[in-house]
C-alpha cells in the first residue's frame, strides 16, 4: 500500500510535465492532436480510478488486519490467564456448593414449617368443629331460654287478668290479657301445652259472653248530677211547708159557698193567707243549707265509690238516702230557673241510674293458668 502511492505521484508528474511543456512552433492545424489529447485523458483519468480502488482496497486490508491482531491479542490474553480463571471457576463452584446447602436447609425448613402448618390447621378444625358445636348448644340453650320466658309472659298475663277481675271486675281488660296470652301460647307450639290453650281459648269465650256494665259512663253520669244538688234551694221543714208557689186558683166554685168563697178563691192568686194560731217555722241559715246540700252529694259520691268496688247493695242503698233526702230537702226548681220539673228530671235520672246493674257474675276461671303451672289468686 505504502508503493502505490509514490508511484501515482509520479504519474500525476509526469502528466503534468507534458503538459507544461513549450508548445512547439505553429504549425497547420491537424485533425490527429485532439484525439491524442482525448485519449490521454481517458488513460490519465482510468489510472486515477484504479489507483483510487486499490487504496480503498487497501485500507479494508489494513483495518481485517487490525481486527486479527486485536483478536490474536485477545486471545493471547485469555491464554496467559488460565490460572485466574481456573480460581474464578473453583469460586463459582464453591458458591454454588455453598447455595446449594442453604437452599436444602431452606427445603427442611419449609418443610418443617408445611408439617407445623398441617398440624395448626388441624387444630384449626378441630377448634371449629367445637364452636360449631358450642354455637349449637348456644343457639339450643338461647331458644329454650325464650320458649320460658314466653311461658312465664303467659302466666303473667292470665294472672293480670284475674287480679283486673277480682279487683276492678274490669271484663274489657281481663279479655285483652288473655287474648295476648293466648298469642304467646300459639308462638310457643308446644304440644304440652295444647289442653292449657283449649282451656283458655273456653275461659276467653266465657268473658267475652259476659254483660258489659258502662262504668265509666255510670260514673260520670253520677257526677253531673251531684253537680245538680247545689242549684236547688232547701226547703226549711219539708213535712209542715212543701211548696212556696201560690195555690192554683180553683175552676170553679159552687154558688151555695157564697161570695166570700168566690172572692177567696179569686184572691189567692195574689196573695198567701197565714193563720196565726200556727207555729211559724223558721228559715235556715246558709250553713244548715250547705250541710244539707253536702249530705247529698255525700250519698251520690258514696254511690260512686261503691261503683267502682263493684258494691251492688251499697251502690243502690246510697242512691235510695240521696232519692229520699232530694224529694224532702229540695225546692223542685233550681235556683234562677222557672222550670218546675227540674227536681223531677233530677228524681228520674237517679233513679235509672239506681236500678242500673253495675256487677257481673264471672264464673270462676284459671284452670288455663293452673294447667301452665302457675299459682291462681
Not at 508511484?7 to 491524442?36: D, N, W
Not at 304440644?191 to 259476659?210: C, F, G, I, N, V
Not at 230537702?329 to 235509672?352: I, K, Y
Amino acid at each position: 500500500m505504502n508503493d502505490a502511492a509514490p508511484q501515482t505521484e509520479a504519474i500525476a508528474h509526469k502528466a503534468a510535465s507534458a503538459t507544461a511543456a513549450p508548445l512547439p512552433a505553429k504549425h497547420p492545424p491537424s485533425r490527429i492532436a485532439p484525439l491524442s489529447i482525448l485519449a490521454f485523458l481517458l488513460l490519465a483519468g482510468g489510472l486515477v480510478a484504479l489507483t483510487l480502488r486499490q487504496e480503498t482496497r487497501a485500507r479494508e486490508q489494513e483495518q481485517r488486519a487490525t481486527a486479527l491482531e486485536a483478536q490474536l491479542a485477545a486471545l493471547q490474553s485469555t491464554a496467559g490467564n488460565d490460572g485466574e480463571l481456573d480460581a474464578v471457576r473453583r469460586a463459582q463452584d464453591e458458591q454454588a456448593a455453598r447455595l446449594e446447602q442453604a437452599m436444602q436447609v431452606l427445603r427442611e425448613e419449609l418443610s418443617a414449617a408445611n408439617a407445623r402448618l398441617a398440624g395448626q390447621t388441624a387444630q384449626l378444625d378441630t377448634v371449629n368443629r367445637e364452636l360449631a358445636a358450642t354455637n349449637e348448644r348456644l343457639r339450643a340453650s338461647e331458644a329454650d331460654v325464650e320458649q320460658d320466658w314466653m311461658l312465664a309472659e303467659a302466666q303473667s298475663l292470665l294472672r293480670l287478668a284475674a287480679e283486673r277481675l277480682t279487683l276492678a271486675r274490669d271484663v274489657d281488660a281481663a279479655i285483652a290479657l288473655y287474648q295476648a296470652a293466648s298469642k304467646l301460647l300459639a308462638q310457643l307450639g308446644e304440644p304440652a301445652h295444647a289442653a292449657a290453650r283449649d282451656a283458655l281459648a273456653q275461659e276467653l269465650r266465657t268473658l267475652q259472653s259476659l254483660p258489659r256494665v258502662a262504668t265509666v259512663d255510670v260514673y260520670e253520669r253520677l257526677g253531673v248530677q251531684a253537680a245538680r244538688i247545689d242549684n236547688f234551694a232547701v226547703v226549711a221543714d219539708a213535712g209542715a211547708v212543701t211548696d212556696f208557689t201560690v195555690p192554683a186558683v180553683q175552676a170553679g166554685v159552687d154558688e151555695a159557698d157564697g161570695w166570700f168563697a168566690a172572692a177567696t178563691n179569686s184572691l189567692r192568686q195574689y196573695f198567701v193567707v197565714t193563720r196565726r194560731d200556727e207555729a211559724v217555722t223558721p228559715l235556715l241559715t246558709a250553713e244548715e243549707e250547705y250541710l244539707i246540700r253536702r249530705s247529698i252529694r255525700l250519698k251520690i259520691e258514696e254511690a260512686r265509690l261503691a261503683l267502682l268496688q263493684g258494691e251492688q247493695e251499697i251502690y243502690r242503698v246510697a242512691l235510695a238516702d240521696a232519692l229520699a233526702a232530694i224529694e224532702a230537702e229540695l225546692q223542685p226548681v233550681e235556683l234562677g230557673q222557672m222550670d218546675a220539673s227540674a227536681r223531677d228530671t233530677l228524681v228520674a235520672e237517679l233513679n235509672t241510674l239506681r236500678d242500673t246493674a253495675i256487677v257481673v257474675d264471672i264464673p270462676p276461671l284459671g284452670t288455663a293458668l293452673e294447667l301452665l303451672g302457675g299459682s291462681t289468686l
